[in-house]
């Protein structure tokens, strides 16, 4: 069978299985059947599969109309312009999360003009709940001067940032740190950016098949109003950073103005930022108020 037959039938199969944008779906699998790029698919649909190629698609097929993800199958995605690798062990980067780390680069590079004249070394970052460490190695690539702690509570996760680390070879300036949210950071940071489980439980059910039955319940449960994490990470955050550090979350929809409100009790300068969507989708928070760092100082929150 042609290449831009097999393309064909792919895709009918997963339309007819309820598999949206079928025909992107379809070229995604073929072209991991023939480890092909892009330009390289296009200009060989007249090609013929051979009949091992042609039972790789079907197996590839088989596991897509169950709904796992084609980044599960596939094993990478791509995020900031970088590939990673990614299995049911952590959640697929998000293109959305891709604004969180846009604005720590904002952020960074006006703060590393002052280190710069000053003489200083690059800044010292937190990414909590890493996942696939895809937000801590896109900054790792961008900022070759900064260290970039990386946590997580889930160690299966941390296996897979450890993979990706090693892949862009960041592995030296990105620690992995197991533990829950800032507790295992050694020492205080800069900046501190997390995009946390934030899903209210009683909208678990109501997320596609490919999210809730694939992806790790522990990457997307925020507790009953989403926030459990969020808000406990807010509380701890002044305690781990530097006098004039900054904090960035990513926020569900809907999340924005309650967790601006949150970062508000700490931080003088409160942002947010919408995705390309036009979602609120990232808070920050700069210039922590004298009576957080003391109360950070003595373990208290207000
Ligand atoms: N953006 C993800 C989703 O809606 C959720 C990620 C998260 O909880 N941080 O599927």
Known sequence: MKVGQAWKDASAKLAAG????????????????????????????SGELTTS????????????????????????????????????????????????????LEMVHSRLTLRQAQGGEGL???DIGTGSGAIAVALAV???????????????????????????????????????????????VDIIIANLPYVPDSELLNLAPEVR??????????????????????DQGPAKLKPGGALLLEVGMGQAEVVAGMVHRYFLDVTVY?????????????????????????NLTF
């Not at 991991?32 to 390289?40: A, P, V």
């Not at 299966?156 to 592995?171: D, F, P, S």
């Open 124 to 126: 010292l970052i937190a």
């Open 274 to 298: 919408s995705d390309l969507a036009g979602i609120p989708r990232v808070v920050g928070g700069e210039g922590i108020t004298q009576m957080s760092l003391i109360s950070g100082c003595l």
């Open 213 to 234: 039955w694939y992806e790790p319940r522990l990457a997307l449960s925020g507790g009953p109003d989403g926030l459990e994490y969020i808000r406990r990470l807010i």
């Open 53 to 104: 190629e042609l039972n790789r698609l079907k197996e590839f097929l088989t596991q897509r109309l169950t709904h796992k993800p084609s980044a599960y199958i596939r094993h990478v995605k791509e995020f900031y312009g970088l590939e990673f690798y990614v299995d049911e062990r952590v959640l697929i980067p998000r293109p959305e999360t891709e604004l969180l780390v846009e604005k720590v």
């Open 18 to 45: 309820g598999i949206e944008d079928a025909l992107m779906e379809g070229e995604l699998l073929l072209r991991q059947t023939l480890k092909m790029e892009r330009s390289e698919f296009y200009s060989g649909l």
């Open 142 to 188: 961008n900022l070759p001067r900064s260290r970039i702690f990386a946590t997580d509570i889930s160690g299966e996760a941390l296996e897979v940032a450890e993979i990706n680390c090693r892949k862009h070879g960041v592995a030296d300036r990105v620690p992995l740190l197991s533990g829950d949210l800032l507790t295992p950071l050694p020492q205080p």
